[in-house]
């Protein structure tokens, strides 16, 4: 059974560039987290769907970073513009029961310049 | 202000020996619990989790045990092995009222001499 898959696992960009960050869950699961992890802070939790509703973006940054769920299957991070500090790993998770346990995917390195 | 804290950025264990990472939390809201162990270049995976009913949780090698009076958790592995070398994070969540994101601290590394 895959597990959540994430694209690209790494992303080299300039300042000012629109990224766009990929995650496809576990089928079945209905909730899907967005986190980011840097030296300084750890892990943070950016946003959460729930069935494909945002129900908790406190955690996004700035107006610049964007998240969708189009379908159950598919939701995206956006940073427009990015900034050398959005440099981070993104990871996506996703659970069936947003109570307990979350499986998380690879990653994606952002690096801007 | 972290609400998850662990205190020990790293840990150094042999081969065979019992390893003892801990984790101390500050929101009496949390009432579930769970550590994961990363890889470099991978996501965390989820090792073993704990309900705040309970004090202590079992499987296999690895146990979790939880003082909620001293907001505190550990997570003991026997015997450690130098498959478990690897970064430890431990997790809280409260599970009820939507807050369904997990708060972390931000890291053991654990290392398994041979």
Known sequence: ?113 | DQQVKQNSPSLSVQEGRISILNCDYTNSMFDYFLWYKKYPAEGPTFLISISSIKDKNEDGRFTVFLNKSAKHLSLHIVPSQPGDSAVYFCAAKYSGGGADGLTFGKGTHLIIQP
């Not at chain 1, 960009?13 to 496809?24: D, I, N, P, S």
């Not at chain 1, 970073?65 to 993104?90: C, G, H, W």
């Not at chain 1, 346990?101 to 990653?107: E, L, M, V």
Request: glycine share 8%; aromatic share 12%.
């Open chain 1, 1 to 113: 059974d895959a597990g959540v898959i994430q694209s690209p696992r790494h992303e080299v960009t300039e300042m000012g560039q629109e990224v766009t960050l990929r995650c496809k869950p576990i089928s079945g699961h209905d909730y899907l987290f967005w986190y980011r992890q840097t030296m300084m802070r750890g892990l943070e939790l950016l946003i959460y769907f729930n069935n494909n509703v945002p129900i908790d973006d406190s955690g996004m940054p700035e107006d610049r970073f964007s998240a969708k769920m189009p379908n159950a299957s598919f939701s995206t991070l956006k940073i427009q513009p990015s900034e050398p500090r959005d440099s981070a790993v993104y990871f996506c998770a996703s659970s069936r029961d947003g109570r307990y346990t979350q499986y998380f995917g690879p990653g994606t390195r952002l690096t801007v310049l």
